[in-house]
């Protein structure tokens, strides 16, 4: 049996953050089921920093870890973690609520007009849109420099990953949290359970109670853009009602329907006709006329009935902590959620910038899913 301090169960974005911030301080042992970390949500990501995408709570982590892309900690990463790319938001018909809802918690968020949309996405019909929304503060996030810089922070600080050590058994005896692998048994006082979408599946192990978490499928495309150069001037562009979005990549254009289809936990491949409506409804609104994918995935973004994380110790189950259902926020609010998760975890106080961005705890509390 291996004793640690702490163990993560999940080497994705959520336990490698939370791994670095506690590693300073704890000997952390990091179990990922895969032969390489990143392998689901984390390495599928869309890739972009939005601080005006998603829930209260998450709005917060994200506003609050816009300094660590920035500036990052020396040593972190040796190319930048964020590169600026406007995102402009599209008012189709029917879509006025959602707006209203948009412009109510965005910051920084400025209405154009539909000519000046053009001058930044040539490629938008003319008349599809009758309101739009510029936000100049976000950008592409390289996703796989930042969970690498995590990982390595961890590492430096003493935690160990061990790779290909799915949980097969969880059993709390004498204070202590023993988690079965195939490989041997690990023990700790503290279970931190960062398992992603299989984390009401590592719950059951040791007879906690799940918090409803809910898989949704994500469908992803990649198109060529060889008839326009200029593609990688263009911006991230979404409707408000998150029907569709497009986003440059590698000279090429992503797309998809923001489809959301509630799944079990596995390896998501695309769904076809999910990328084919995504496709459909860009050709609808811009002046694009897309004849050829060039390849497509999927991911699972999970999420637990109010769509805010879930990040505490269990109820009733000593040493037992939730970070799971970050949604499809995970990657751009990793920085500040792992520092926050670290400090509960710890007892510490919470990072003052997260609570000043407006956090409230109660909100992410595994407390408010009793019933």
């Known amino acids: 049996m291996k004793s640690f301090d702490i163990i993560v169960i999940g080497a994705g974005i959520a336990g490698a953050s939370v791994a670095a911030h506690l590693a300073a301080k704890r000997r952390v042992a990091i179990l990922e089921m895969e032969e390489r970390p990143g392998v689901h949500s984390t390495g599928r990501s869309a890739a972009s920093f939005e601080p005006n995408y998603g829930p209260a709570p998450m709005l917060a982590f994200t506003r609050a870890s816009g300094n660590f892309f920035l500036e ?21 018909r029917g879509q006025d609520e ?10 920084e968020l400025g209405e154009i007009t539909e000519r000046a949309a053009r001058e930044i996405f040539p490629v938008l019909r003319e008349g599809h849109a009758h309101r739009v929304f510029l936000d100049p503060n976000t950008g592409d996030l390289d996703v796989d420099l930042i969970h690498r810089g995590f990982l390595r922070m961890a590492r430096e600080r003493g935690a160990e990953l061990f790779t ?5 058994g969880l059993l709390h005896r004498s204070g202590l949290w023993q988690v079965a692998t195939a490989q041997g048994i690990f023990a700790a006082p503290v279970v931190v359970n960062a398992a992603g979408a299989w984390g009401d599946t590592v719950a059951k192990l040791g007879g906690v109670k799940p918090v409803g978490l809910q898989p949704k499928r994500r469908s992803i495309g990649l198109i060529p853009m060889d ?14 009602g998150e029907t569709w979005y497009c986003k440059p990549q590698s000279g090429k254009l992503i797309v998809s329907s923001a489809d959301a289809t509630p799944v079990d936990p596995h390896d998501a ?34 999420f637990v009935r109010d769509s805010n994380p879930v990040v505490g110790f269990a109820p009733g189950h000593d040493g037992f ?5 970050q949604g499809g926020y995970g990657i751009q609010s990793s920085p500040a959620l ?4 670290a400090a509960l975890i710890l007892g510490t106080p919470l990072p003052v910038d997260v609570l000043g961005h407006g956090l409230d705890p109660k909100n992410i509390s595994p407390e408010r899913l009793q019933p």
Request: hydrophobic residues 45%; negative net charge; aromatic residues 6%.
């Open 321 to 325: 902590f939730w970070l799971v259902g």
């Open 227 to 240: 008839s326009h150069p200029d593609v990688m001037d263009w911006p991230l562009v979404t409707d408000v």
């Open 72 to 92: 990052p900690p020396k040593g972190f990463a040796d190319a930048p973690l964020l590169t600026p790319r406007e995102s402009l938001f599209l008012v189709a």
């Open 338 to 341: 792992g520092e926050t998760a």
């Open 164 to 168: 290909s050590h799915d949980v097969k």
């Open 269 to 302: 491949s695309a769904d076809d006709m999910a990328i084919a409506l995504g496709i459909e409804r860009m050709n609808e609104a811009t002046t694009l006329s897309v004849q050829r994918l060039e390849h497509s995935w999927g991911g699972l973004r999970s």
């Open 98 to 107: 959602a707006a209203e809802r948009l412009v109510a918690k965005a910051s």
